[in-house]
């Protein structure tokens, strides 16, 4: 990386970068023109009720470069608590150079920390073959589940 890159959880100051993030991640990988109104709120909820998620960020120069979001997932398997990580987005000109990794480095050691907490995991668009590159030179694998959905249309 050519520029200091430091991480941290995200403040509530961050809300507008994260909220044009996710508007750009969706344009880039489903080609999808999210609500900004909608988009906004469901940013804003997860800053007002930490049982919803938690964002973690990545700041270069004073500016919010990548930032991710982790939810929840209790296991009664491990009885413990599993983060799954979404809403990953790094600006474009700091892709590839190891932005997101220290940013599931920072999040991974929190996991460590915490003996409550069991793992880490992730889902991620089986056509993002960049993505799942990253993920498996950080150490995850992607061979024991898919993930099937259903979601409401809005």
């Known amino acids: 990386m050519k520029n200091a890159v430091t991480f941290r959880d995200a403040r509530h100051g961050d809300a507008g970068a994260i909220i044009n993030f996710q508007l750009a991640m969706a344009r880039e990988t489903e080609e999808l023109e999210l609500d900004r109104d909608t988009c906004t709120r469901g940013v804003e909820a997860v800053f007002a009720d930490p049982?919803?998620?938690r964002y973690f960020v990545a700041e270069s120069e004073g500016r919010v470069v990548a930032s991710l979001m982790i939810?929840?997932?209790?296991?009664?398997?491990r009885n413990g608590v599993v983060?799954?990580?979404q809403s990953v987005y790094v600006i474009d000109e700091l892709r590839g150079q190891g932005v997101y990794a220290g940013l599931?480095?920072?999040?991974?050691?929190?996991v460590k920390a915490d003996e409550s907490i069991r793992g880490i995991r992730l889902y991620v668009d089986r056509r993002n073959s960049r993505a799942q590159k990253v993920y498996a030179r950080l150490g995850m694998n992607g061979e024991h589940y898919s993930?099937?959905?259903w979601m409401k249309e809005f």
């Open 51 to 53: 049982n919803r998620g």
């Open 147 to 149: 993930v099937f959905e």
């Open 104 to 110: 599931y480095e920072y999040v991974q050691s929190l």
């Open 83 to 85: 983060w799954w990580i």
């Open 71 to 77: 939810t929840y997932e209790w296991s009664d398997w």
